[in-house]
């Protein structure tokens, strides 16, 4: 059995705009993602997650059985698996737990079939697959995945900024939602509204550059103020709603530098950063609303081969 695990991301800056060709920012948290794969005579695929087991039908493991599929077609190769999904990540709340899902796959089945593939590489495929199951996605969430670290994408580039030390507090309203169909409502928004949407993409990508130079000069609290206004952006496109605004003011009220949805929205998650001795505060106020409330930091670790029950890992990079 070979297992992978992968690290989920948030979102500083910029998504919705990054499917539109504007840069965003993107950071692999130390919240993981593992994949087990045992290869099978069988032909088939079977997953199971979370108690839950069902073959490639269930509408619920489409990334890892795509992942597989993907394998199965790009190396002409015939073979059975079953997958094990254990996850740190909430899904389908706007931390890029597909992602991490989707990458680990490819990388654990690559290992049980003897090919070699590089963390690069597997985020193309990776990206590949997100596609086929989202419609349209752009390369952030299996780039950030597989290779760790604070990444700018912007079109297809994709680049390693600074490690930055800040606390990421993170609000989970348990919402789940589908980002092809929020990623699918903004596209029907920008198709009805070409120059105002046109024009809120591109200030969401002047934030993003801004954001940029902020983080290089480690000002976090600019960096938060424009976090701040990006989400006024995001609330303009409809991916933000009241649960996610609460507890995005609650943050802010208890003083985090900033707060914003991450990832697709409508539903999921929130992120706020805030200075080391607020996070406590930040916290509380952000449980206070109902929240499930993550702790965590940025990793610098993206995609890894798990080597031992105990977690010790081997870089694969
Ligand atoms: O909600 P998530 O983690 O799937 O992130 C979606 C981010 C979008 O920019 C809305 C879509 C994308 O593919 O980049």
């Not at 015939?78 to 094990?84: M, S």
């Amino acid at each position: 059995m070979i297992t992978c695990s992968a690290p989920g991301k948030i979102y500083l800056f910029g998504e919705h705009a990054v499917v539109y060709g504007e840069p965003a920012i993107a950071c692999a948290i130390n919240l993981r993602v593992c994949v087990s794969v045992e290869l099978t005579s069988s032909g088939k695929i079977t997953i199971a997650a979370m108690n839950k087991r069902a073959n490639c039908s269930s509408e619920e493991f489409k990334y890892a059985c795509y992942a597989a599929q993907t394998i199965k077609q790009l190396f002409e190769t015939e073979f059975g698996a079953e997958i094990t999904i254990r996850s740190e990540v909430p899904p389908r709340q706007g931390l890029g737990s597909s992602a991490a899902v989707t990458v680990s796959t490819i990388k654990a089945l690559s290992e049980s079939l003897g090919i070699e593939l590089n963390n690069e590489t597997v985020a193309k495929i990776g990206h590949k697959v997100e596609n086929e199951v989202q419609g349209k996605a752009s390369p952030a969430d299996t780039f950030v995945s597989s290779t760790g670290g604070v990444v700018l994408v912007e079109k297809a580039k994709t680049s390693h900024l600074s490690q930055l030390d800040v606390p990421l507090i993170i609000g989970a309203t348990g919402v789940e939602r589908s980002t092809s169909d929020v990623v699918a409502f903004v596209s029907d928004l920008r198709k009805k509204y070409p120059s105002v949407v046109g024009g809120v993409m591109s200030l969401i990508g002047d934030i993003t550059r801004l954001g940029e130079q902020k983080l290089a000069d480690g000002d976090l609290a600019s960096t938060g103020e424009l976090m701040n206004i990006n989400q006024g952006l995001l609330e303009s496109l409809g991916v933000s709603d009241i649960a996610l605004s609460r507890l995005i003011y609650a943050a802010r009220t208890a003083g985090a530098f900033g707060a914003k949805i991450t990832g697709a929205g409508c539903g999921g998650c929130i992120v706020a950063i805030a200075s080391t001795g607020n996070v406590d505060h930040v916290t509380e106020a952000i449980a206070k609303q109902g929240a499930r409330v993550l702790t965590t930091t940025i990793s610098s670790s993206g995609l890894q081969v798990e080597v031992s029950q105990e977690r010790s890992t081997r870089d694969i990079a």
